[in-house]
């Protein structure tokens, strides 16, 4: 039903990339935090538990160690999946015994892929390596870690949204895109948003932080 990657680059910025069967998959389990981490939350999803594992990992508890506190401790945890870089770049993945289909996850150097209802149990690993492999923008990392997932086959069935975040010192995420439905290619949508929204990024930061040295919106009326 998902597959997803959560990552931390080289100067701190923290972003995850994730796509599914189901709508509007990225409002449910995507928790993101400035300077403390990223999560995701998947399969039969409880989106509780990112602002749970985000919590830990603020208080200072590294990535494996809260999420294994959290394992010990949740109900119903053996449906669920979660994927946890923390702020020193280290990751941790749990995949229950009643995840869906074909499941698994993949750890790598400041990144965590993993998925369930797969077309193939090498995905995870597939992602990860993609991601390490790419160069640039950390938004665009994450974004061939996808594409690469869907080129090896993605979800046994259809995938039909999709959705990309990255925070990294603002206090907000300076990049949110989704394709919440879609008949199409979410992941391909995706990329197309990306295409828009990657070259206006840091003006949008500026203008919140600093509003009179920003940028202008290069509409009518504000020439």
Same mark, same amino acid.
């Given at each position: ?8 680059? @080289?100067? !701190?910025? %923290? &972003?995850?990339? /994730?796509?599914?069967?189901?709508? #509007? ?7 993101? $935090? ?64 009643? @995840?869906? !289909?074909? %499941? &698994?996850?993949? /750890?790598?150097?400041?990144?965590? #892929? ?7 149990? $090498? ?64 992941? @391909? ?35």
């Amino acid at each position: 039903m998902t597959f997803s990657i959560v990552a931390r680059d @080289a100067g !701190g910025a %923290f &972003g995850a990339v /994730i796509c599914s069967s189901s709508p #509007a998959v990225a409002a449910r389990c995507v928790h993101l $935090a400035d300077g403390v981490g990223g999560v995701n939350s998947q399969n039969i999803t409880d989106p509780r538990l990112g602002p749970v594992l985000l919590e830990r990992l603020r208080r200072g508890d590294p990535a494996p160690d809260a999420l294994r506190a959290l394992t010990e401790e949740t109900e119903n945890i053996a449906f669920r999946q979660l994927l946890v870089v923390d702020a020193a770049g280290r990751a941790a993945a749990y995949s229950g015994e009643h @995840a869906l !289909g074909v %499941f &698994g996850h993949a /750890i790598g150097d400041g990144v965590v #892929a993993g998925g369930n209802l797969l077309a193939s149990a $090498a995905i995870p690993q597939l992602m990860v390596d993609r991601f390490e492999d790419s160069e640039g923008d950390l938004e665009l990392r994450l974004l061939a870690a996808a594409q690469a997932a869907m080129q090896a086959g993605g979800e046994a069935g259809p995938v039909h949204s999709a959705g990309l975040s990255v925070v990294r010192d603002a206090g907000w995420r300076v990049t949110d895109l989704r394709v919440d439905w879609t008949d199409g290619d979410p992941i @391909a949508e995706l990329a197309g948003l990306l295409e828009v929204w990657l070259p206006q990024r840091d003006d949008y930061v500026n203008r919140g932080l600093n509003p009179s040295a920003a940028p202008t919106y290069g509409v009518p009326g504000d020439e």
